[in-house]
DNA sequence: GCCAACGTTGGC
DNA sequence: GCCAACGTTGGC
């Protein structure tokens, strides 16, 4: 099994939406590394942070399942959709969504602040300089550390 | 709203 | 394949 974190903006999507939900598509991917973590590495049962981004407090707000794994992202069909691509074809699709189960909620979010001055999360690909992937691999280390942080 | 740090596009 | 121009992300 593997740990991943998926960025979103709570304005769109938000933890609490998830909650309400129970599942949901995890549309909109339109980053080709990005992509190729969907498609290559997510796989059913693997746990993913969720994190808000572009938002008054960034932070990591919970955790969710894979509830399936990578599969045609419909959205990029739809010129209704804001995630619309004109480029992709049916005959060669370009984005991948998987699908994500809500598990909980974080009772105190761990702030992007929190997460920065931790200099035991130094090699985090989310604090790195300039990281704009939205969803990116989490170590197993990095993973059991920050899951203890929420507990304190 | 600003802007640095990217990623993408397209002409050549 | 290079690279300038453009678009996007996301913290602040």
Redesign the pocket.
């Known amino acids: 099994m593997a740990y991943w974190l998926f ?1 979103t ?1 709570p304005d769109v999507f938000s933890i609490t939406d998830l909650a309400e939900k129970n599942t949901a598509d995890w549309e909109g991917v ?4 990005a992509r190729n973590f969907l498609r290559d590495g997510v796989a059913l049962g693997d746990l993913v942070f969720i994190y808000h ?3 008054k407090q ?1 932070a990591i707000v919970g955790i969710a399942a894979i509830s399936k794994s990578a599969h045609i992202d419909p959205s990029q069909f739809d010129p209704s959709s804001e995630y619309f691509d004109k ?1 992709s074809s049916s005959d060669s699709p370009r984005w991948l969504q998987v699908s994500v189960e809500f598990v909980e909620q974080f009772k105190q979010p761990i702030t ?2 929190k997460l ?1 001055a931790d200099l035991n999360l130094t090699d985090f690909i989310l604090t790195q ?6 969803v990116m691999p989490v170590t197993p280390e990095q993973w059991h550390y920050i899951t203890n942080m929420c507990q304190t």
């Open positions: 960025k903006e339109r980053n080709y590394q981004s572009s938002c960034p480029k992007l602040t920065k300089k300039g990281c704009r992937l939205s």
